[in-house]
């Protein structure tokens, strides 16, 4: 991609990331258009030497394009009626899920915990051409008001079973009446199951499965949509 198309804002958060490290756009097709993602091009010089396994609640998950971000980056892409809907994306790394959503029509903010997350999101954003997007910081510990959503959206949020219930006070607190969330997960992941049992108490759960061949093997993405249970 030729940089000198950003606008200016993005063109310069893109040269001061570039100092610090490798950078590439990746492409991605969201139902009849293309979005552009900003990625880390050598994650093991982004890691500095040290163990992704080591500890795994201080990988980097957002840096990665996760099987399960793509999946739910063609639902959300392919849904109609999108004019004038709202949809909020948690923790949302580099943003695939909801770049596809703005493509598709929705207003679309995307929430992260760190700055330089969403410096990744804005010129993935301005490169795709979208102007719909908003960006904010979100603790999932103590989760601040975003507003209220016709539509919550993640994938792979479930790394640990102590962010079950942040995330079940980030659905109550953003979502609207009559709203709807769609999350993705790689079936191997195994503390899903027992999320969507806290969850159903709550909520409605749809489930849908997407197997994608990878590197000789078969993925299969677990999709979930969720809907409020009327009281």
Do not use: C
């Given at each position: 991609m030729d940089i000198r198309?950003?606008?200016?804002?993005?063109?310069?958060?893109y040269n001061r990331i570039r100092k610090k490290y490798k950078l590439i756009f990746d492409k991605l097709k969201a139902g009849d258009n293309q979005i552009r993602l900003l990625k880390i091009a050598d994650l093991?010089?982004?890691?500095?030497?040290?163990?992704p396994f080591a500890n795994v609640s201080e990988f980097p998950f957002w840096t990665?394009?996760?099987?399960?971000?793509?999946?739910?980056?063609?639902?959300?892409a392919g849904q109609k009626k999108t004019a004038g809907k709202s949809l909020f994306e948690i923790k949302a790394g580099l943003g695939a899920p909801g770049l596809a959503a703005a493509s598709a029509g929705f207003d679309v903010t995307l929430a992260d915990e760190e700055d330089i997350i969403m410096d990744f999101q804005k010129v993935s954003a301005a490169a795709s051409g979208l102007s719909n997007i908003n960006f904010?910081?979100?603790?999932w510990q103590n989760p601040r008001?975003?507003?209220l959503f016709d539509v919550l959206a993640g994938a792979e949020l479930l790394s640990r079973d102590d962010l079950f219930q942040p995330l079940l006070n980030i659905f109550r607190l953003c979502l609207k009446p009559g709203?709807?969330?769609?999350?993705?997960?790689?079936e191997r992941r195994q503390n899903l199951f027992k999320f969507l049992e806290l969850a159903q108490d709550d909520?409605?759960?749809g489930f849908k499965k997407q197997v994608l061949r990878k590197d000789g093997n078969d993925v299969?993405?677990?999709?979930?949509?969720?809907?409020?249970?009327?009281k």
């Open positions: 198309t950003l606008p200016e804002e993005e063109r310069k958060i093991e010089e982004f890691l500095g030497g040290k163990d990665r394009l996760w099987d399960s971000a793509m999946v739910l980056a063609y639902v959300l904010i910081r979100l603790d008001e975003a507003g709203g709807e969330i769609y999350l993705a997960h790689d909520f409605q759960i299969t993405v677990v999709i979930n949509r969720l809907r409020p249970r009327r």
